[in-house]
């Protein structure tokens, strides 16, 4: 077993999301994900807003703080994103469960240095947020001066998983009916 499969090991192969393009559309729909480093032996995770390329992570931040300072001494970061489907009520406790998607990207994390890549990254934050805006339509466009105080970072992507519970079969009326939002339940 290489490394790779060991990390991407899953004790429910039946959850296992097997297609690539499936993992990639969690990735670039998602809007929260978060950063796990470690500094000596302890665990830090960090929410951040993100754009997936296709073959990176691209954040931004400050250019100090813990997340750089973390990285430049343990390069080694995870990745999660993950959807909250419908709630699964059981007539037994222990069954009741929750509808999920999840991916975890594993690889190596550093400070984009190059110019060209911090717009490329910036813009594609930009572009991913607020789709319906365009730079010089819209807002002045990036430029070399809003590099300056701006920490572009980016995750290296090594290998990735994803996993899924789903139960379209689920009842969602009667005795076990699906819970729904309270803006539902006063319709």
């Not at 991407?8 to 994900?33: F, V």
Request: net charge neutral.
């Amino acid at each position: 077993m290489t490394k790779s499969d060991s990390i991407t090991a899953m004790r429910r192969e039946d959850r296992r999301i097997a297609d690539t393009a499936e993992i990639h559309t969690l990735l670039a729909r998602a809007d929260l994900g978060f950063l796990a480093t470690v500094n000596g032996n302890q665990p830090f995770v960090t929410p951040y807003s993100f754009w997936f390329d296709g073959k990176h992570i691209y954040f931004h931040g400050a250019k100090r703080g813990q997340s750089k300072e973390i990285m430049q001494q343990n390069p080694r970061v995870c990745f999660t994103v993950a959807e909250r489907g419908r709630y699964l009520p059981a007539e037994r406790a222990m069954d009741f469960s929750v509808e999920y998607a999840s991916v975890m990207v594993f690889g190596t994390g550093r400070m984009v240095e190059s110019e060209t890549e911090q717009v490329y990254a910036l813009q594609g934050l930009m572009d991913k947020y607020f789709p319906h805006l365009k730079p010089e339509a819209d807002y002045d466009p990036i430029i070399k001066k809003d590099l300056r105080p701006t920490g572009v970072y980016a995750i290296d992507i090594e290998t990735m998983s994803g996993k899924r519970k789903a139960a379209p079969d689920h009842p969602t009326t009667g005795k076990l009916r699906a819970f729904f939002s309270l803006e539902e339940v006063m319709e």
